[in-house]
């Protein structure tokens, strides 16, 4: 019964700003790592950033200095703050994060995605 739902996307003009919120229907601390991942057309998904329950932080070169990830455990939301946005930053952008049970079995849940798309 582990859902993430995005939200936050939209159209912006280069240089501009948004931030992306993944909600999570059970607490995000059962969550390591969470991340975000995007996909452009005719192109793989990518890894664009993950966060661990102790904070520590990762992001792919593209985005380091621009995108940062944070979470709020009591609202179970982790975000992504996307500044200085460039039109290669236009792709569906993904959700996900791994929970280990009591048996040490990974699963990994994915949202459905929400559009960014960045044009003048």
């Known amino acids: 019964q582990v859902q993430l739902v995005e939200s936050g996307g939209g159209l912006v003009q280069p240089g501009e700003s948004l931030r992306l919120s993944c909600a999570a229907s059970?607490?995000?601390?059962?969550?390591?790592?969470m991340g975000w991942y995007r996909q452009a057309p005719g192109k793989e998904r990518e890894l664009v950033a993950t966060?661990?329950?102790?904070?520590?932080?990762n992001y792919a070169d593209s985005v380091k200095g621009r995108f940062t990830i944070s979470r709020d455990n009591a609202k179970n939301t982790v975000f992504l703050q996307m500044n200085s946005l460039k039109a290669e930053d236009t792709a569906v952008y993904y959700c996900n994060g791994f929970i280990i049970n009591s048996d040490n079995y990974e699963c990994e849940y994915w949202g459905q995605g929400t559009q960014v798309t960045v044009s003048s």
């Open positions: 966060i661990r329950t102790v904070g520590r932080t």
């Open positions: 059970v607490s995000i601390l059962r969550f390591n790592p």
